[in-house]
């Protein structure tokens, strides 16, 4: 089965229930524990690696794969894999930048392993796999420098060729979409849909993509101080297999903007937020079975076409989340009426 034919299974099964997708890596993977040779794991390198989870894909694939069947046995759908950082320009931080191809084919061929043993153990309940494109730590539409608003550290050039890099090894290892999530720079985003689009071209296939928004302020806008219906506008030309909201707060205050891109979407619509607001020590307290809860009314509303957790959530999340929505019907997607529609830092639509 060709990746658009797996895009398509998933738009099926969507239309008859709401699919699951996992939690996320990074704060799992900081309940191990680790200490710095821990995530070296005997390897040598020039930086300290404490902290490069990306990493760890290489050198501790027990701790990934222990994480990643977890979120299966909990009841996920779809599994993403461990490179939310794992793009040249993250990677850099740690000195390993030209390691990133490396990293991301190791981390999709351990998903597709875990995937595909529980999709041989129960074949009623295919499991997919995305390659996970982070926003790295650039942005292309705000200056880093206050008194140089022209001022750029990367060109739009730089950012579409180590995505590229990154979805390239991502395909080699057999993932079946890529997911670019946690957007908070609309520009970084469209170059990273560039390079998914000439990846697709020189491989002569169609790539299904996932895309996702993150918010920055309860205004309810981006980094680059979007609405989530601007941002639509700005990504919609894509056609995007799910269109959605991640990380930024909690479900609660989520609320109002998945209720504003409902009726926007017109293909799948895929929200997962965080377990609540993080503490005064940066920790989240949102039980499983709040998260659940709320992200069921959602549900009951005929908001959601995939939900998952990002962070805080775990495991444990992730099966009260199957469990609340598995009798709950998806919801139905539709064609807009034509129209033009603009993006700026709002959207407009001229009929």
């Known amino acids: 089965m060709n990746r658009a034919e797996k895009a398509e299974l998933l738009r099926e099964i969507g239309s008859e229930r709401i699919l699951v997708k996992d939690g996320p890596y990074g704060s799992m993977i900081q309940t191990y524990r680790l ?21 760890l894909n290489l050198t501790r694939p027990d701790v990934v794969g222990e994480i990643c069947n977890a979120y299966i046995d909990a009841g996920a759908d779809i599994l993403a ?35 595909d043993e529980a999709t041989a153990k129960n074949p009623d309940k295919p499991r997919f796999v995305v390659g996970a494109l982070g926003p790295t730590n650039k942005t292309l539409s705000v200056s880093p420098n206050v008194n140089d608003p022209g001022y750029r550290a990367v060109s739009f050039d730089e950012v579409k ?11 080699d290892g057999g993932v079946d979409f890529i997911l670019i999530e946690t957007v908070f720079d609309t520009l970084n985003a469209k170059a990273a849909l560039v390079a998914a689009d000439e990846a697709a071209e020189a491989r002569g296939e169609e790539l299904p993509v996932m895309v996702s928004m993150t918010l920055t302020d309860l205004a309810g806008r981006n980094l680059s101080g979007q609405t989530v219906e601007a941002f639509w506008h700005s990504v919609r030309h894509a056609k995007p297999l799910t269109m959605g909201l991640n990380c930024s707060f909690g479900a609660t205050e989520l609320h ?7 009726p926007q979407v017109e293909g799948m619509l895929c929200v997962y937020p965080n377990a609540g607001l993080p503490n005064e020590l940066g920790a989240y307290d949102e039980p499983p079975e709040m998260t659940a809860k709320l992200v069921k009314g959602w549900a009951e509303n005929g908001w959601l076409n995939v939900v998952g957790g990002c962070c805080g959530t775990t495991p444990a999340h992730i099966k009260a989340i ?30």
């Open 81 to 115: 894999t461990n490179t939310f950082n794992a793009n040249a320009i993250s990677l850099s931080d740690y000195g390993i930048a030209d390691m990133a191809r490396e990293v991301n084919l190791a981390a999709a061929k351990l998903t597709r392993k875990c995937a």
């Open 161 to 171: 060729g180590i995505y590229r890099e990154q979805i390239d090894g991502l395909l």
């Open 35 to 55: 200490d710095e040779e821990g995530f070296r794991a005997g390897r040598s390198f020039t930086h300290d690696q404490k902290g490069n989870n990306d990493l």
């Open 256 to 262: 109002p903007y998945v209720n504003a891109l409902n």
């Open 322 to 351: 199957a469990e609340a929505v598995k009798d709950v019907k998806p919801r139905q997607w539709h064609a807009l009426p034509p129209a033009l529609r603009l993006s700026g830092m709002e959207a407009a639509s001229f009929f």
